[in-house]
T-cell receptor, first 114, second 114 residues
């Protein structure tokens, strides 16, 4: 199957700093990628749909200025958590859609804000 | 709006026993239905999916699921579980067309007793 890779796998940062998480489709091109957030022992919550070459579409209640998404190429989408605070600590997962419509997920990135 | 309910938060079965994880969905059109498995600290792996056709679908690792439209259910089954099946299982529903956003259930944590 298709491979989606996230980097970094885990990151620790100080409160007030910004953190960038990358999501790459390694062996296919993805015009659409999705970013999810998962709290401990909870389900995945869709944050936004990342569209190559255009602005991301954010779900209701997600701050677009807080969570900046850039999909500059067909194989890379980035999520930047700006001015991170402890409540932003979470597991962030991306997924990418292949031509058949199937979604493949990255390994996830665990963010801890001190 | 689409929604997914997994009634069982945590299930414990003995190794070698059969397994059934429940999933009920609410969706106004023809649904895409998925089952994913997540190991601790990892991303999601697709077990199986239903788009159309035969309502009994076979997946990886010996799992199968049956789509029952009359009951709005898509339960996951395995005849004989292995210790390596211990993980979190998520049912998800998505649109047949469009951006392919997925809505996930709350997840069911599976514990295997030796």
């Amino acid at each position: 199957g298709a491979v989606v890779s996230q980097h970094p796998s885990w990151v620790i940062c100080k409160s007030g700093t910004s953190v960038k998480i990358e999501c790459r489709s390694l062996d296919f091109q993805a015009t659409t990628m999705f970013w999810y957030r998962q709290f401990p022992k909870q389900s995945l919550m869709l944050m936004a749909t990342s569209n190559e070459g255009s602005k991301a579409t954010y779900e209701q209640g997600v701050e677009k200025d807080k969570f900046l998404i850039n999909h500059a190429s067909l194989t890379l989408s980035t999520l930047t958590v700006t001015s991170a605070h402890p409540e932003d600590s979470s597991f962030y997962i991306c997924s990418a859609r292949v031509d058949t419509g199937e979604l493949f997920f990255g390994e996830g990135s665990r963010l801890t804000v001190l | 709006a689409q929604s997914v309910t997994q009634p069982d938060i945590h299930i414990t079965v003995s190794e070698g026993a059969s397994l059934e994880l429940r999933c009920n969905y609410s969706y106004g059109a023809t649904p895409y239905l998925f089952w994913y498995v997540q190991s601790p600290g990892q991303g999601l792996q697709l077990l199986l999916k239903y788009f159309s056709g035969d309502t009994l679908v076979q997946g990886i690792k010996g799992f199968e699921a049956e789509f029952k439209r009359s009951q709005s259910s898509f339960n996951l089954r395995k005849p004989s579980v292995h210790w390596s099946d211990a993980a979190e299982y998520f049912c998800a529903v998505g649109a047949l067309q469009g951006a392919q956003k997925l809505v996930f259930g709350q997840g069911t944590r599976l514990t295997i007793n030796p």
